[in-house]
């Protein structure tokens, strides 16, 4: 089993910044890769950006291009997505996931586990 716990999401005004961490435990060895996806309300969960854990390419939702940037820590078990100017329609709850089996880095069905999620709200 593996857990993930995110932390760093809050309220921010638009324009500003915040960085999400999400840190993995237990199964922490062979991961294809880690992943962020969120939901707005009344939306279903959309892909944010995804990470391969070994050589590390990214991934990232036309959306937040140029905004966002994920990056791991490998020592850490850590997957982290800084975000730049934020954007009332960023307002979402936000998931961090962990992928164990080869293949897309994009969708949901991709990986096997998912954190709580974190609550990032953008105000205007």
């Known amino acids: 089993q593996v857990q993930l716990v995110e932390s760093g999401g809050g309220l921010v005004q638009a324009g500003g910044s915040l960085r999400l961490s999400c840190a993995a435990s237990?199964?922490?060895?062979?991961?294809?890769?880690m992943g962020w996806f969120r939901q707005a309300p009344g939306k279903e969960r959309a892909f944010v950006a995804g990470i391969r854990w070994s050589g590390g390419t990214t991934y990232y939702a036309d959306s937040v291009k140029g905004r966002f940037t994920i990056s791991r820590d490998n020592a850490k078990n850590t997957v982290y997505l800084q975000m730049n100017n934020l954007k009332p329609e960023d307002t979402a709850v936000y998931y961090c996931s962990a992928s164990y089996r080869p293949g897309g880095v994009t969708t949901q069905g991709s990986y096997d586990y998912w954190g709580q999620g974190t609550q990032v709200t953008v105000s205007s």
């Open positions: 237990g199964r922490t060895f062979s991961q294809n890769a």
